[in-house]
């Protein structure tokens, strides 16, 4: 088991940044592939950013790329989300998740990800 809080969300005008943070505890941290997702109203669950266990590959959907930066520190059993240059399009409720699946056997579908945090809110105002 591991236990996931994420925090940093909050309302920013567009154009402006925010980290998201995750922090785990329980089984060992570095074990997890990590990913952010994130759930505007009336829309399904959505595929962000994931990183590798060592940090050394990521993945973005298109939408965010050139945009957003996934980042992790193992030591801290923590895993950030940098968000720059936000549009209107960015506000969701965000959700970091672990799977214990490594970077080759593992991809954007929520089903691969067995933990989830309780999320944060980012509200981009326009």
């Known amino acids: 088991q591991v236990q996931l809080v994420e925090s940093g969300g909050g309302l920013v005008q567009a154009g402006g940044s925010l980290r998201l943070s995750c922090a785990a505890s329980?089984?060992?941290?570095?074990?997890?592939?990590m990913g952010w997702f994130r759930q505007a109203p009336g829309k399904e669950r959505e595929f962000v950013a994931r990183?590798?266990?060592?940090?050394?590959?990521?993945y973005y959907t298109d939408s965010v790329k050139g945009r957003t930066t996934i980042s992790r520190d193992n030591a801290k059993n923590t895993v950030f989300l940098q968000m720059n240059s936000l549009i209107a399009e960015d506000t969701a409720v965000y959700y970091c998740?672990?799977?214990?699946?490594?970077?080759?056997?593992?991809?954007?579908?929520?089903?691969?990800?067995?933990?989830w945090g309780q999320g944060t809110q980012v509200t981009v105002s326009s």
């Open positions: 998740a672990a799977s214990p699946r490594p970077w080759s056997a593992s991809g954007s579908s929520r089903r691969e990800y067995d933990y």
């Open positions: 329980g089984r060992t941290f570095s074990s997890y592939t």
């Open positions: 990183i590798s266990r060592t940090g050394s590959s990521t």
